[in-house]
């Protein structure tokens, strides 16, 4: 399931108060999908790394009252308000805290705690199959989940990408060579290889703008050799683009590129020039571009600077195209 339709199907279990596992390889946005869903609806997150846990910490520690043993709960667990719980990597917690979670999952509540009415428990981890660290889950508390499995998604990716300030080059560069957004072979037991978090630690380290000299080493060590390579050769490219503001003095004589690689960089720099007084030379030079190329320009541009979509020159471009822009 894609990130966008696993956000959906996790927003209906909380109205249906379900506890949720999200499956899914490293560094796919398991976590960053549960922190939006929680921001999206003004709910509170209270982040639980399962597998820092001893068997004990869920319960808290006992205090005598009246010659009686009583349980005090830990303070990271919620006593009041509404959100959501997040037990995050629980399957690569040890057997006896994943039986621990039993109780809390289900029955909402451990020992002497109650989960407040208005909080929702979900959890996440990697599959088994990744051959990360991870202990097999009991099936008695598998079967308190509703189970869904994460996907990675290019377009997902790139409309959260254009939100986050990832570069341009970056988002340019995985929609020019979109197989390279994830993959991972827990065969080769790679240290490092392509994945969405990998990619924006890229856009970080770019950022940055370290030394050519030592720029494959920082690639590769974030996103593997291959990847590293071609992602230099793509720069390579991006570095050399006229300036997009040259473009845009002359939209109608301005050279039109024929290289796939090129016009992937160019319609990341033009979409980032958008605004109120520059979208009608867009659009001019747009309706030059092939037609994805022209796509793809303008709705990374509204993606942007929504304020565009007001102008004259986007309405009558989108009357034009509106078959596939939407």
Known sequence: MKPSSAKAAVKVAIKARRPVFLWGPPGVGKSQTVKQIAEGDGLSL??????????VDLRGLPKIEDG???????????????????????????????????????????????????WVIIAAGNRETDRAVTSRMPSAL??????????????????????????????????????????FDPAKNEKSFPTPRSWE??????????????????????????????????????????DPDQILMNPAAAPVPEDPATLYALSGALSRKAGPNSIGRIVEYCYRLPAEFSVLTIRDAVKIHPEVTSSRAFIDWAAKNQA???
């Open 201 to 242: 630690f890229v856009s970080d380290l770019l950022k940055v703008g370290p030394d050519h000299a030592i720029e494959f080493d920082l690639l590769s060590g974030t996103v593997g050799e291959g990847a590293a390579v071609e992602l230099l050769g793509f720069l390579k490219i991006f570095r050399t683009l006229p």
């Open 324 to 326: 596939v822009l939407f």
């Open 46 to 55: 209270v982040d639980i790394r399962a597998v820092l846990l001893d068997p």
């Open 142 to 183: 598998a079967n308190r989940f509703v189970h869904i499995q994460f996907d990675v998604d290019v377009d997902d990716w790139v409309s959260w990408a254009l939100d986050h300030g990832i570069m341009t080059e970056v988002i340019a560069f995985i929609r020019f060579r979109p197989g390279l957004l994830f993959q």
């Open 68 to 118: 009686r043993a009583v349980w005090c709960p830990p303070g990271f667990l919620p006593a009041d308000g509404k959100g959501v719980l997040f037990l995050d990597e629980l399957n690569a917690a040890p057997p006896l805290v994943q039986a621990g979670c039993y109780q809390l999952v289900l029955d909402r509540k451990i020992g002497e705690y109650i989960l407040p009415p208005d």
